[in-house]
Every structure is written in structure tokens, then in C-alpha cells.
């Protein structure tokens, strides 16, 4: 799947405008909350808010600068995987949950050493997942894609718990975001 696709996807899943009472982030377009569209120059009502700019939005943002591209030629379910994460929780968090699956897939270490979960994809990262995947092949990355899916989950009944107003939310999350 290209990232064309996959920008597809999230804007078809998120839909046009919305304003929804529950959700802290304002008015969304396309997925596109206000305050990110702002800090990407647009003024406008959200309600215009035009979908080729959501878009470049998605591949720079979400993309581009969290480096799911190089993600992408290793492992591209995985890479999908976080773009997704990345778009609805930050691509930080998405990373991290890869950087938690790794080390605790390494078995205690024997397989590559553990990394600092950081939230940043760079040559430790890159080195880990390189050996698991050579050690594990196709298999590891659907095993990989399900720990990252797992922590997903958790955090977004974790989210319910601490902030009952996202239960408004919790169903589609876990209908629309994992698996």
C-alpha cells in the first residue's frame, strides 16, 4: 500500500468536518484538528478546510518526518500500522509502542540489544527491527504488528478510564484503529 493509500484510508475513516462536544481537539477536518491545521498556515474556518492540505499534512507530519517511509521498506503492514497510531496518538507514541514490542521480543537481549524508547526512529531502531525481522521473517512482522496493536488498545481503554468522556470515543477506536 502507498502512502497515497494510506492517506486515503485515514481521511475516508475520519470523515469531513466535525465539532463533537467530548473531543478536546475542536473542530476537525479530515481528520485535521484546528490547531494543527493553524500551525501549518491555514486561518480558516475548519469547516473549508481543503483536503489537499490535510493530505500534505498526513505525508509530511505522519509520514515524512517521523520516517515511517524507511519503516515502510522493511516492513510495510507494520509501517501502516504506525502511520495510523501516529495520525490518531502522535507518531511519537506509535514508535514507542515498536520500540517497547523490540525489546521485549529480543529475548533479554540475546537477539539485539534493548533501546531507549524514545519515540524516535534512528539507527538503533532501524538495527533492531533489521535483526528481528531477519530472525523471525514474515511471521515477525505480523507478531510485531499485533504487539504494537495490543499497546494501542490498552492505552485507548486507558484513555476511557482516566477521562470518561472518551468513552464517547472508545468503540470506533477500537473498531476502526486495531486490526
Known amino acids: 500500500m502507498t502512502i497515497d493509500q494510506l492517506i486515503d484510508d485515514v481521511i475516508a475513516r475520519e470523515g469531513g468536518y466535525t465539532d463533537h462536544p467530548a ?11 484546528q490547531a494543527v491545521a493553524r500551525a501549518h498556515g491555514f486561518a480558516g474556518d475548519m469547516r ?22 524507511v519503516i515502510a521498506k ?4 507494520l509501517a501502516a500500522e504506525l502511520f495510523d497510531t501516529g495520525v490518531n496518538m502522535g507518531p511519537a507514541v506509535g514508535v514507542r509502542f515498536l520500540q517497547r514490542a523490540l525489546n521485549a521480543l529480543n529475548r533479554n537481549a540475546r537477539d539485539f540489544p534493548d533501546m531507549k524508547v524514545d519515540g524516535a ?8 527491527l533489521d535483526a528481528f525481522l531477519a530472525l523471525r521473517g514474515a511471521c515477525g512482522e505480523a507478531v510485531l504488528l499485533k504487539a ?6 490498552e492505552r485507548y ?9 472518551n468513552e464517547a470515543f472508545l468503540y470506533g477506536w477500537l473498531a476502526n484503529r486495531i486490526g
Open 23 to 33: 473531543d478536546r481537539g475542536g473542530p476537525t477536518r479530515w481528520g485535521i484538528t
Open 157 to 165: 481503554i486507558a484513555l476511557a478510564e482516566r477521562r470518561p468522556a
Open 48 to 69: 473549508v478546510f481543503p483536503r489537499d492540505e490535510a493530505a500534505a499534512i498526513y505525508r509530511r507530519v505522519y509520514w515524512q518526518k517521523p520516517r515511517f517511509a
Open 121 to 128: 526512529i534512528g539507527p538503533v531502531t532501524l538495527a533492531a
Open 74 to 77: 522493511r516492513a510495510p503492514a
Open 148 to 153: 504494537v496493536e495490543a499497546q494501542q488498545g
